[in-house]
């Protein structure tokens, strides 16, 4: 099947944002994600909402928190523009998972299984360059100069939320909003659980099986 419709789950630090990249240059389809569709739709016009204000562009620089409603409305315009996509970041809860039902079919839905030990090690050890946001580690990916980035040379930082309290309660929201979400999914025909602690390209040889079988 051309143009497959993917969604993938997982915990902050289960690697969703490279493998999501993978899918989408492989399969020819768009990366959709929660804060690039707000970007992509922060004028769209919500008046009809009864909401606080009447673009997301309003939200955002109000520096408040956009709405589900108004979430809803941008993921649902995203996908209705793409010709097969990779979701990724959302539904964030059993609300937005029944909302997506009602926008699109899903063919393939992968769960990216990672230990809690593993995440901290993984986004507590997290450098980001400060200039163009490439990811780094200090264990598992390393710069080829410490604490410069190899693409563009800018400094490399510790994002203030990736000390070990931060991510302990970003994993603690995650379990109490999102891991439902994955059980919800849990028996579509397209879910599959993957291996999350594997390499990078043995989680992605995985995820290509997944998604190669389910849409043949």
Known sequence: MSNPRILILGPPGAGKGTQSANLAEEYGVEHVTTGDALRANKDMDISDMDTEYDTPREYMEAGDLVPDAVVNAIVDEALSQADGF?????????????????????????SLDVSREELVDRLTGRRVCDDCGTNYHVEFNQPEEDGVCDECGGDLIQRDDDNEESVRNRLDVFDDNTAPVIDHYGDHDGFVAVNGEQTPDEVWSEIQDAVDAHTA
């Open 86 to 110: 990779v979701l990724d970041g959302y539904p964030r809860n059993l609300d937005q998972a029944e909302e997506l039902e009602g926008m699109t079919d899903l063919d393939v839905i992968l």
